[in-house]
Every structure is written in structure tokens, then in C-alpha cells.
């Protein structure tokens, strides 16, 4: 493998702390303390856990409705994540947004929504004010392939391609929006990526299951966002094992094939990335980041709900 053994370590740490921390939200849900609904990410972790070795919480992200996993590669805190899906006023908003509209000023995470293709706007006038304030940094705007089907994606590539924005879109393309494949959505044989470049940006496509390719062509994408101070658009192939929404498998429903899932499965880049490593030292490390989850679900608990009094404080009003 091309990849630095202790870069690879650091890429298997990171996706292993999403993965838990979905993994433990999916299993405390049906005490139904967390009533928000949850998009997970369990699958799709190996992307954000690279993105996270190339940005700082100097950078700004925005993200969907599938937005932990983005959260925490931006360097997101556990406690304010889960405090914020118990809709407690520790929570990185507050308590006032849950799973689905996360915002934490403090690491670059300028929010998520739950309109579908809502934040692509959003990421790209970030990327405006980069320009304008002449600042050192990038702005990431994570989206779905179904998001690709909104007006709103081609208005603001367009703008970022005329602008020259230094703005990185990053795809995750996991077949799927809610039941809908891919295929009765999108015409056969085109491309999200190079619909991208025939906006005007350049583009790139990568396998989100493998490693090598993933780490390859994010760095290549962000690399020229920073240096060209130009837009880039980058879609990764990835695949989601729980439902669309919620803590369970549904394989069963009859959109999808139980097949499909185990093909995936069996492909899992935790599992390759850990077999490859074969390092004792990660289950000290492990053991670690379960503690750490342990806690923040113990922080969340013991928090307070926001005070009715203070409802209005943190929504923008315009100054008399
Ligand atoms: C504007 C809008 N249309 C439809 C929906 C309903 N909806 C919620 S999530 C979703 C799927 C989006 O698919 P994709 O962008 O691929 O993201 P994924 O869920 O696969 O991560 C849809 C259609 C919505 N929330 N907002
Ligand atoms: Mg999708």
C-alpha cells in the first residue's frame, strides 16, 4: 500500500470513533431519549476519515441531513454531537437542531440541514467570503447523489465556476435517495462527476471503499483547491448498511438486495484497514475512543434541555 503506515493508523482510528459512535447512537435509540430522526453514516465512514487528514478546523464544511461522520472529520466534539441528538443546551447548537442541523462555529462546521441539497448555497458563498476576505483556507461542501437533482446544485457550481471559488464538493455517492437506485433517478451511463465538469469545474471520481484511491484523489482535490483557489468537484462511490433514516437494517423492505449489502460487507475498509495494519497497539486505542463514547452518551444524559426563556437568543435578528 502507497499510504504511511501511521497515516494509515490515524485514517482507521477516525473511522472506527464514527462508526462507534453511530454504532452506540443505533443501539440507545429505542430507549427513546434521542427524539430526533437519525441519518446514519455506518458504511460510509472511510471518506469523511480521510477528508479529516487534510483539513483544520480553520476550513469550513457544511453538510446534509447524513451529517455526523462530517462533524466529527471536521473535528467535531463527541459530547456536543450526542448532547445535541438528546436535545440537550450542551449540544454544538444549542440543543435547539438535533441529529440534522448540527453547526459548531468553534471547528469550521458552518451546518447542516435537512432540505435536501440546502447547504450547497451555503458552502459556496463561504467560499465567496474566503475570496473576498482573502483568507488561507478552503470550503467543503459535503452532498448526496440525490442532491445533484436540485436546481440549487447547478446554480451554485455555476457560480463557483464563474467566481472561482475556493470551494471542494464532495460527493458521497451511495446509490441510493431514501428507496430510489440510483438508475430511476439519473440517466444510465452519466456521470454526477462529469455532469460537474461540463459546469465548468474540474473533476475527479474515486472508489469510497478503497483506501489507496480515496486518500490519492482527496488529496489531489484539495490540494488544488488550495493552490488554484479554484473550485473542485471530487464523487466517491460508498454505500450505507442501515435504512435511509433510522437504526435499523432494511434490506428486507424490497428496494434493495440483501446481496448487495453482504458485497459491500465484505469489501468493509475498517476490516481491510485493520487486517492490513495488524497492530496490537489499536485496541489500546480502541478501547480509548469507546470510553470517550461511553462518556459523551453519560455527558448528553446529565445535561439540561434548553430553557424555554431562552428560545429567541441564538435565532438571527436583524439590528433596528
Ligand atoms: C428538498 C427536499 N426534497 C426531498 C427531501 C426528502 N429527502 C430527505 S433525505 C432524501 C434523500 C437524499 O439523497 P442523497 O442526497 O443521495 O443523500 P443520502 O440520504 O443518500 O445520504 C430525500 C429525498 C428533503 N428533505 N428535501
Ligand atoms: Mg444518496
Known amino acids: 500500500m502507497k499510504i504511511d503506515k501511521e497515516i494509515l493508523k490515524k485514517i482507521y482510528l477516525t473511522a472506527f470513533k464514527i462508526r462507534k459512535v453511530e454504532e452506540e447512537i443505533a443501539d440507545r435509540y429505542k430507549e427513546q431519549e434521542m427524539r430526533c430522526p437519525v441519518h446514519l453514516s455506518i458504511g460510509q465512514e472511510l471518506v469523511p476519515a480521510v477528508y479529516s487528514m487534510f483539513v483544520t478546523e480553520n476550513d469550513y464544511a457544511v453538510s446534509t441531513h447524513r451529517a455526523h461522520a462530517h462533524y466529527l472529520s471536521k473535528g467535531g466534539s463527541i459530547n456536543k454531537m450526542i448532547a445535541e441528538i438528546y436535545g440537550k443546551e450542551t449540544g ?38 474566503i475570496k473576498i476576505k482573502q483568507e488561507n483556507k478552503i470550503s467543503t461542501v459535503f452532498l448526496g447523489d440525490g442532491s445533484t437533482e436540485e436546481g440549487v446544485f447547478y446554480e451554485s457550481l455555476n457560480f463557483a465556476a464563474v467566481k472561482d471559488l ?113 497492530d496490537e497497539s489499536l485496541d489500546i486505542e480502541e478501547k480509548k475512543i469507546l470510553e470517550k463514547i461511553d462518556d459523551a452518551f453519560t455527558f448528553a444524559k446529565e445535561s439540561q434541555i434548553p430553557k424555554y426563556e431562552n428560545i429567541e437568543k441564538y435565532i438571527y435578528k436583524e439590528k433596528n
Open 166 to 278: 475556493p470551494v471542494l464538493y464532495i460527493c458521497e455517492n451511495n446509490m441510493y435517495s431514501v428507496y430510489s437506485n440510483l438508475e430511476v433517478r439519473q440517466p444510465k451511463n452519466r456521470k454526477i462527476y462529469k455532469l460537474a465538469e461540463s459546469i465548468g469545474i474540474k473533476s475527479s471520481h474515486a472508489n469510497g471503499y478503497d483506501v489507496e484511491d480515496c486518500y490519492m484523489k482527496l488529496e489531489e482535490a484539495i490540494n488544488y483547491v488550495k493552490e488554484n483557489k479554484k473550485p473542485f468537484f471530487i464523487e466517491l462511490d460508498t454505500y450505507r448498511y442501515r435504512e435511509h433514516c433510522g437504526p435499523n437494517y432494511d434490506n428486507h423492505i424490497g428496494y434493495r438486495e440483501e446481496q448487495e449489502y453482504k458485497k459491500h460487507l465484505e469489501k468493509d475498509p475498517l476490516n481491510i484497514m485493520k487486517e492490513y495494519l495488524s
Open 92 to 129: 454544538c447548537s444549542k440543543g435547539l437542531g438535533g441529529s440534522m442541523h448540527l453547526i459548531d462555529e468553534e471547528v469550521g462546521f458552518m451546518g447542516s440541514t435537512a432540505i435536501v441539497g440546502g447547504t450547497i448555497p451555503v458552502g459556496t458563498g463561504l467560499g465567496l467570503s
